[in-house]
């Protein structure tokens, strides 16, 4: 991947990439999956940053900010100097994932860089959730057909959302990986 | 001052309150109208990322008008490739990483007057509603914050930054019970179009050899439930109201499932009854993505399941008061009775 791919990436999650070159690279994005890896490596490192409360990354974020970043440090270096031309033309806009402190996570081991990530206060969904105090949580992945059967019924329960929910609802079968997660299994008697 | 003129200045107050609070959830209530109209009716395509406690993923939506007909795509730009198009007839949902297409009729026909919200007089009822001062900003755009929190514990909470020409929708945040946000979707890009090529609708995901899942038939071809029985949910949060019910047939099953589909205005929430398997019931399972909760229960050999953008505690509910009903045995002050 060149660095100027890089920097189309880089420039297009900033809002700074022009119109016909937005078009292009998505395009490219939509039908290149190493392409769509390290885009989307690049727009969770932002996203950790921007989030005030921190994100949980995800299992395989560290392989892919290992792809990312090309496995050398100083490949974000080269990269942050090449931006640095447009950035001084533009200050108001500075590449986020290219600041000085996410140069310094980049730079970071990937382990490291996940435990900066993680914060132990951000519980994740499942954990905001009331359980009942009877209930037995334990972890479970869901079958195939299980996952397949899920996602049917929210593409026909999205059918009846208002248009921002089901963007919302829909979106969260996309990002669904590998399916849908069962986050608890409640044992008990069948009624 | 004496008592009588002290009683017609607090009466003066809280008229002037409340007639203040009405005007407030009219205008963040015309906002929504306004958001939603903005979201069904214009030609967008953008590029947003939708965060979840778990995970962040950039994606790409593109959205068409075309001889009043709503179409639209929704493709994940982040590793799976998952891919969403809504036709002028079918929702298609491509899977590669299952190697899957869902297909499933749209109920509205892709017809922008039908595909348009109703969020509904009663909604302040339900939901707190506020409109921000102006002068916010984001993505270099003038935006107004409009807040929709839930004035109880069964659904969730809104915070809204529309576009003050457009108002269309550049960060969205559900939240939970107490506040947190729990999905963010946030724009990093938004180029509203005149128009929208054909092409930017055609998926981009080489379908072949996938299998095809075709999970409904077109509504209309259904046949009717008969309205004197079924299954109904005995408990329903307040503000919940059936506003559809259909047959959904199941691959693979020769018996269609019974979809249930209540609405408070905002938030959906579905019910599926299908036969149970001959393996016997099955524990009940707790699902999730994003906001929207599902959970499963076997119920009179039928498995019931409630899906919606609720909290996990109020699909539960639903899903364990469902039972199957005739027209006299439905109590005349349950929810269910109400609804119909």
């Known amino acids: ?191 | 001052m004496s008592g009588a003129a002290m009683r017609r200045a607090a009466v003066c107050v809280a008229g002037c309150l409340l007639a203040f609070s009405a005007r407030a959830d009219d205008d963040a209530r015309a906002w929504i109208e306004r958001m939603s109209e903005s979201l069904a009716t214009r030609n967008y395509d953008g590029l947003f990322t939708h965060s979840t406690g778990r995970q962040a993923e950039t994606m790409r939506i593109v959205h068409r008008v075309d001889k009043g007909k709503s179409l639209e795509r929704l493709v994940s730009l982040d590793g799976s490739g998952r891919e969403i198009v809504r036709t002028s007839e079918e929702v298609h949902a491509y899977l590669p990483d299952r190697r899957v297409v869902i297909v499933e009729p749209r109920g509205d026909d892709g017809s922008l007057l039908k595909s348009l919200p109703t969020p509904g007089p009663a909604l302040d009822r339900y939901y707190e509603l506020a409109v921000g001062p102006q002068g916010s900003r984001l993505l270099g755009r003038e935006v107004r914050v409009i807040d929709v929190r839930p004035k109880d514990i069964y659904r969730y909470g809104y915070r809204l930054w529309l576009d003050e020409e457009t108002a269309m929708p550049l960060q969205s945040v559900v939240t939970n019970g107490i506040g947190n946000p729990i999905e963010v979707i946030r724009f990093t890009q938004l180029q509203m179009k005149d128009k929208i090529p054909a092409r930017d609708i055609e998926p981009t995901v080489d379908a072949t050899g996938f299998q095809w899942v075709r999970t409904g038939r077109k509504v209309a071809a259904m046949p009717q439930l008969p309205s004197n029985g079924g299954w109904r949910p005995l408990r329903l949060p307040p503000g919940f109201r059936l506003v559809a019910s259909r047959l959904q047939p199941i691959p693979g099953s020769p018996m269609p499932a019974q979809h249930l589909i209540f609405s408070d205005g905002i938030a959906a929430i579905s019910v599926f009854i299908e036969p149970g398997s001959q393996t016997g019931p099955r524990p009940p399972e707790t699902s999730s993505m994003g906001s929207a909760n599902a959970y499963s229960t076997s119920v009179h050999g039928h498995v019931v399941t409630a899906i919606g953008e609720v909290p996990a505690a109020t699909v539960r509910e639903i899903a364990n008061s469902v039972v199957p009903v005739q027209g006299s045995d439905v109590p005349a002050d349950s929810p269910a009775s109400s609804a119909r």
């Open chain 1, 1 to 191: 991947m060149t660095d100027q791919i890089r920097e189309q990436l880089s420039a297009l999650l900033d809002g700074e990439l022009p119109r016909d070159e937005m078009d292009l690279l998505m395009r490219r994005l939509e039908k290149d999956p190493e392409l769509r890896r390290t885009f989307g490596s690049y727009a969770l490192i932002g996203e950790t940053l921007r989030a005030p409360g921190g994100r949980v990354a995800p299992p395989s974020f560290a392989a892919r900010v290992t792809a990312a970043i090309g496995d050398s440090p100083a490949s974000v270096e080269k990269a942050s100097t090449t931006r640095a031309v447009s950035v001084a033309q533009q200050p108001q806009h500075v590449a986020l994932w290219k600041r000085p402190m996410v140069r310094t996570a980049l730079a970071a081991s990937v382990a490291a860089t996940a435990v900066l990530l993680f914060r132990p206060d951000v519980a994740p969904i499942a954990q905001l959730e009331v359980t009942p105090a009877n209930s037995f949580a334990m972890s479970a992945s869901p079958t195939p057909a299980q996952s397949q059967r899920l996602a049917g019924y929210m593409v026909a329960h999205s059918q009846f959302s208002t248009p921002m929910v089901r963007r919302n609802v829909l979106s969260s079968l996309l990002a669904a990986d590998p399916g849908i997660t069962r986050v608890s299994y409640e044992m008990g008697e069948a009624r």
